[in-house]
């Protein structure tokens, strides 16, 4: 399988491969050549494409996602509405605070001695 601005220099129809659109003329070209059987991987996707019988712009639409693709799978290790950081001089902290050891806020960190802004905290619950 071919890219489609590779093929086009290698048919001699673009002087070099560079980032940008391709022109009317290379979008009939390649429509031509996907209709004689040349595959692309990038060509057609999402977006406006000249048809080569007629020579119209139409637009191709992109496949729309299911909805049931997942990122990632977040951890919290508090709830933070059951859970409060406090240091030893009395001051509260939210659990969304980033902890100064691991990077992370005080939900999910990795650590088992979290501080913020330079003072430990101790993670307990609310009442």
């Given amino acids: 399988m071919n890219k489609a601005k590779d093929w086009l220099k290698a048919n001699g ?5 560079t980032r940008g659109r391709i022109s009317n003329e290379n979008h009939k070209r390649l429509l031509a050549a996907v209709a004689s059987g040349v595959k692309f991987t990038d060509y057609p996707k999402g977006g406006s494409v000249v048809t080569a019988a007629t ?3 139409t637009y191709v ?17 508090y709830d ?7 240091t030893k001089s009395g001051t ?15 939900l999910g960190h990795t650590c088992d001695s979290p501080s913020v802004l330079g ?9």
Avoid: F
Avoid at 96 to 104: P, Q, S
């Fill in 13 to 17: 129809h673009i002087a070099e491969v």
């Fill in 55 to 57: 020579g119209e712009t």
């Fill in 61 to 77: 639409k992109p496949a729309a996602a299911t909805g049931s693709e997942v990122i990632s799978q977040l951890y919290y290790r």
């Fill in 80 to 86: 933070e509405k059951r859970y409060k950081a406090v």
């Fill in 92 to 106: 509260v902290y939210g659990m969304r605070e980033a902890c100064n050891n691991c990077g992370y806020s005080l």
């Fill in 119 to 127: 003072e430990k905290v101790e993670v307990m619950l609310r009442r």
